[in-house]
Structure formats: C-alpha cells, structure tokens
C-alpha cells in the first residue's frame, strides 16, 4: 500500500494589535496574517512534525463518469490541477444549535453532526473563504458555481464570493412545496432555502441554456424562485443523509449550467446526489466526502443505476416532475449511459484516474 506523509513545520510569531476584545484582537491578526501584512520567516522556526496517512480510498464507476474520494476538500483540491466546468455545493449552514424540528411524523432536534455546529460570524467566514477559493483555483475561466443555503450561512457565502472576485448571476428561491410545519407556533414556516448561482469571471462569458429552461417551464421565461418537494421516499432507498438535496433539484442545475461531458465538482458530496443527477443527465463528476458512511451510500447510490430499469425509473420521476424533458428529447442532450469515458489529458496530474 502507498502512504502519503506529510512534513509539517511550525512557525511562530508574536504580535501586538490594539483591540476591544480577545476575539477582536485575533480577527485583526487573521486579516493582516491573509492580506500578507504579517509575513512568517525562517527566524521563527519552532518544530517539524510528520503526519503519516494511508492511501485516499475511492470509488469510480465502470464507465468513469463518477468518482469519490475521501478527504477534506480544502486539503484534496491542493493536491492536484484541473479545471471543472461547474460546481455544486452545499455546505455546512451551522444551524445545528439544540433546536428541534418535525421530521418523519415526529418532534427531533436539530443535531446534524459536529460539523454543523454554529459557529462565530468571523470562523464562518474564514471557512467559506477557504473552501470557495480551493474550488475557484479548480474552475474553468467560464465556469460557474452553484452554493446552497438559508439565512445562517448564505450571507457569510455571499461577502466570500464578492471578495474573490465572483460575478453573482442569480439567487435562486427553492420553495419547498411538501416543508415541514412550524413546532413552536411562533414564526412563519420556514419553506425556502437559497441558491446563489456565480461564475468565475466577471467579464467571460458563461453557459446558460435558456431555451431548454424555457421549453421545460411551459415556453416562459424561467424565474428565479423554484418550486420542487423535498427528497422523495424513492431518493433515500441506500439511506438517509441529514442535509440530502433532491435529484431534481441538482437536475434542473446541471441542464441549466453545463453541456454534455461537462465535469462538475462537488466538495461536499454527501450522500452524492449531485453525482447520480450528473450520471444519469451524461455529465462526469468528482465528489470530495470525509464521512466513510456517506462515501458508502454515495457508492450504493451510484450502483443503483448500473441497473437500466433504475436508470429509466429514475429519469421518468425527473420527467414526470417537469424538470428534464421527454427521454427521447433528453438522449440528444447528454451522452449515452454506457459510454466509457476516456482518460484526461496526463498534464493535469489528476490523481483519480
């Protein structure tokens, strides 16, 4: 087995800052530490550490339009170059703080894991810098980027894409038409959740097909709010992940926003319906996960459709929802499902082919 060993070295540097608080001492020296004001030197070499890790396991389909990999998706994308056409992702919204909900028929509370626990406006927005800027060196000049969220976390999602240098084309409104009621009685139901669709560039063009978009809603103009269900009981058939998206919704993306053979990344693959809406509409992608339990229902997902009576199961809901067009419209739009994908270029270096 290959190992990856990471050589880590420590540097060390005191500052004095005036501020109000602790925490507002620390974000000044974030700020000038990113904007290179503060700059590290051999002088303030502390210690060297090795990190030792075994080889990335993944899972790619036989026809190689679909691969996982195990990882951070900040730490994973620094490994390697390659341009995708799109990305879609869905985040952390670090709104699991205790509250409770409705789900299944009953009152649960709000804990979808440590890695939705809320965090400060300034943590919030360093981590959002972070992964937006890993996944913007990995675009294409006129590629374009779909983020999902609610109040918690869109607005910190926003201000990151304005800083580095995003051009936002639309904030998508999904209206969920089946939402959970509101327990407490206090508020209006939440029913909505927001998608910011931004390209790379502000002055290259991006894709976007109108016509189809048009066609699907009835030869009128698409708006910007949607109305789609939530994930159906057919979508949880290999499990259930907490924040799962439903097919049509990655399905109305993805024809929306790229052309067959596209490559499209998703860093926080989940349970990987961003990959089963790529597969089955003739598009390839990478998903990046840390969860083994989510790369798994990922992979049984994914296997589901080596079956062509799941397959044409699965596009006929989507049809039927309105979302892509008839199947014999759609065959000329993606690529046929055996195809078997050939290598990309070795210049790339990309690690999972």
């Not at 800083?163 to 509101?182: E, Q, R, S, Y």
């Amino acid at each position: 087995m290959k190992f990856r060993v990471t050589i880590e070295e420590t540097l060390a540097k005191a500052v004095e800052v005036e501020a109000n608080t602790q925490d507002d001492a620390e974000y000044i020296v974030r700020q000038l530490y990113r904007n290179e004001e503060i700059i590290l030197s051999g002088d303030e070499y502390v210690c060297t550490s090795y990190r030792v890790a075994p080889r990335i396991p993944y899972y790619k389909s036989p026809n190689r339009d679909f691969t996982l990999l195990q990882g951070d998706c900040v730490e994973t994308l620094s490994r390697f170059q390659f341009g995708f056409d799109m990305v879609f992702a869905d985040p952390p919204y670090f709104l699991s703080g205790g509250g409770i909900s409705y789900q299944s028929g009953h009152v649960v509370c709000v804990d979808k894991g440590e890695w939705d626990k809320p965090k400060t406006p300034e943590e919030m927005d360093e981590f959002n810098y972070r992964w937006i800027k890993a996944c913007r060196d990995h675009m294409k000049p006129d590629a374009t980027i779909w983020i999902s969220g609610t109040y918690h976390n869109i607005f910190s999602v926003q201000q990151q894409l304005i800083k580095l240098g995003f051009k936002i084309l639309n904030v998508i409104t999904w209206a969920k038409t089946n939402p959970p009621p509101n327990i407490s009685c206090r508020y209006f139901t939440y029913s909505t959740e927001f998608i910011i669709w931004a390209r790379k560039s502000l002055k290259v063009p991006h894709y976007y097909n109108y016509d189809l978009m048009r066609h699907l809603n009835g030869d009128k103009q698409m708006t910007d709010v949607w109305r789609l269900p939530a994930i159906a009981k057919w979508e949880k058939s290999c499990g259930k992940h907490p924040t799962q998206k439903p097919l049509a919704l990655l399905a109305r993306i993805i024809l929306a926003s790229t052309k067959p053979g596209a490559w499209i990344i998703d860093p926080f693959s989940g349970s990987g319906t961003t990959g089963i809406a790529a597969s089955l509409l003739g598009r390839r992608y990478l998903g990046l996960e840390i969860e083994k339990e989510y790369l798994h229902m990922s992979r049984a997902r994914r296997e589901e459709l080596e079956s062509s009576a799941t397959r044409h199961d699965y596009l006929h809901r989507l049809e039927k929802a309105g979302v892509v067009p008839m199947q014999d419209d759609l065959f000329a739009l993606k690529a046929p499902a055996d195809r078997v994908w050939e290598e990309v270029d070795d210049s790339y270096g990309v690690p999972w082919l």
